[in-house]
Nanobody, 120 residues
């Protein structure tokens, strides 16, 4: 069983930056695909960034050029660097891990989420 703990959320002004971290337990980190999702109350969860084991990194169109997903296998941690934040980026952000490259539908492990609030 893999446990995920997100951190790095908070309140930031529009135009600012935040870096989310997701620390994973266990020894399977390097064998998983990773992704960051977000959800606004009343809306469905959406995939923000995906880093599959095989294939290209993908981003939600609205965050391209502003967000960057990365991973550190030595630290069992996946990151989401968020720059030029906008008020519409306000949401709870979740990291997820999957044994397949299709994390959109194959996420096996989920964190509890971290709140990002962007003030305009």
């Amino acid at each position: 069983q893999v446990q995920l703990v997100e951190s790095g959320g908070g309140l930031v002004q529009a135009g600012g930056s935040l870096r989310l971290s997701c620390a994973a337990s266990g020894d399977t980190f390097s064998r998983l695909s990773w992704g960051w999702f977000r959800q606004v109350p009343g809306n469905s969860r959406e995939l923000v960034a995906a880093m599959p084991l095989i294939g290209r990194i993908r981003y939600l169109e609205s965050v391209k050029g502003r967000f960057t997903i990365s991973r550190d296998n030595a630290k069992n941690t996946v990151y989401l660097q968020m720059d030029s934040l906008k008020s519409e980026d306000t949401a709870v952000y979740y990291c997820a891990g999957a044994y397949t490259s299709g994390i959109d539908t194959g996420a096996r492990y989920w964190g509890k989420g971290t709140l990002v609030s962007v003030s305009s």
